[in-house]
């Protein structure tokens, strides 16, 4: 069965403080998997796109990585400010599939 | 380019009621998917129209029914309202190729008493 699991289910941390979210899943046959960020009440957004052959990519303070040995992913943010406080999905796309699979979220809090 | 828009953005309804969310795509997408997220929970698929056809359903009862129109425009229906079909209703739409991103709508909050 193709499941995402994400971890940790919540974080707090303080402005300005780095953080790494992760995202473990079991698709097959791996397409993509993004990182989306959801804002309290609104829909998701996506961060950033890993392919199979990608390793790293950054997009500002955001940095995802992909292990398609290991089918794991994580997402690092640097700095963090008050607006990164959000929800952080994880979703893979598979072949054969016109429905990627979700992951729960993390759900992100960062304090001043 | 307006992104997806959903209608309306919040409402308030009565168990065994019926409501009707609509959606519209992003220009020169065809493509629309539904979404139900409970508070505090991941989006969960409902189903998606492709081609004024529904082409692919999650695990959700009958009660949900979906349209597509030519404009590539959507509704999503349900009836006989519960009160756990209260939450966040997430339209988004995609174009034909690429890989596959979602452009999701803002939502339309539903709570059912």
């Known amino acids: 069965k193709n499941q995402v699991e994400q971890s940790p289910q919540s974080l707090i941390i303080l402005e300005g403080k780095n953080c790494t979210l992760q995202?473990?899943?079991?698709?097959?046959?791996?397409?993509?998997l993004r990182w989306y960020k959801q804002d309290t009440g609104r829909g998701p957004v996506s961060l950033t796109i890993?392919?199979?052959?990608?390793n790293t990519k950054s997009n500002g303070r955001y940095t995802a990585t992909l292990d398609a040995d290991t089918k794991q992913s994580s997402l690092h943010i640097t700095a963090s400010q008050l607006s990164d406080s959000a929800s952080y999905i994880c979703?893979?796309?598979?072949?054969?599939?016109?429905?990627?699979?979700f992951g729960r979220g993390t759900s992100l809090i960062v304090h001043p | 380019d307006a992104g997806v828009t959903q209608s309306p953005t919040h409402l308030i309804k009565t168990r065994g009621q019926q409501v009707t969310l609509r959606c519209s795509p992003k220009?020169?997408?065809?493509?629309v998917s539904w979404y139900q997220q409970a508070l505090g929970q991941g989006p969960q698929f409902i189903f998606q129209?492709?081609?004024?056809?529904?082409?692919q359903r999650g695990n959700f009862p009958d009660r949900f029914s979906g349209h597509q129109f030519p404009n590539y425009s959507s509704e999503l229906n349900v009836n006989a309202l519960l009160l756990g079909d209260s939450a966040l209703y997430l339209c988004?739409?995609?174009?034909?190729?690429?890989?596959?991103?979602?452009?999701f709508g803002e939502g339309s909050r539903l709570t059912v008493l």
């Open positions: 988004a739409s995609s174009f034909p190729g690429g890989t596959g991103e979602l452009f």
């Open positions: 995202c473990n899943y079991t698709v097959s046959p791996f397409s993509n």
């Open positions: 890993m392919t199979f052959s990608e």
């Open positions: 979703v893979v796309r598979w072949g054969g599939s016109y429905i990627p699979t």
């Open positions: 220009s020169g997408h065809d493509t």
């Open positions: 129209y492709y081609e004024e056809e529904e082409r």
